[in-house]
Each structure stands twice: as C-alpha cells, then as structure tokens.
C-alpha cells in the first residue's frame, strides 16, 4: 500500500472518534487544505491541520470514495458525501501532495453529489 492509498483510507474513514492519531500524524504540521470552490462545510478557503482534523469530525458517516492515482508523492481523488449543514449531497474532487511522508497540502474542487 502506498502512501496515497494510506492516506484515503484513513482521511475518507474519520469520524473524530477513531483513527485520530493516525490521520494526525499523516497531516505535516504546515498542512494545508484549499478549496478552489466556495461551497463547503464551513465556508472557509483556507484550513490548516488543526481544523481539518475538526472540519471531518463534523461528517458521522463515511463517504463513498474512489482513488484515481495514487502514489506516495501525490493522490487524486473523488468523494460523495451528505453535508451536515443542509443534509444535501455533496461531490469533492481532491488532489493531496505528499513530501517526507506526510500530507502538505491538499486542494479540493466541489459539486453537487449525483
């Protein structure tokens, strides 16, 4: 298992409950999420590791996920979820860089889910 298909394992499974140390310790400390879209949970463009972590605890159920390229440098990625703020669908295309063995920056792309 390479270190992109780690990484969705454990990111689209976070609830805030379980795996909270390992989704922690793959985010490098200067992680950072960027949303090119405004739609979000929070609305936010920017989140650093510490409201990442909080931002997918919000989400009680894990999403339908599907990697499209994976590697240990780089993850590309698409996800199906239900927002809990107006209980609709929601599509995310993400793209996460790695470096040293850990996730540095994630970019993300939002739609409405099918």
Known sequence: MNLGEKF???FFNYTGETN???LSSLLA???IWETITKARINDK???NK???LNTLAQIKSP???KIFYSTDEILVASLQTIAPTDNT???LIVSVLFEKGKAIKMISANGDGI
């Open 50 to 52: 510490e409201e990442t």
């Open 29 to 31: 400390d200067d992680f």
């Open 89 to 91: 669908k929601r599509g």
């Open 8 to 10: 969705a394992e454990v």
């Open 45 to 47: 463009i920017y989140e």
């Open 20 to 22: 909270d140390e390992t």
């Open 63 to 65: 999403p339908d996920w």
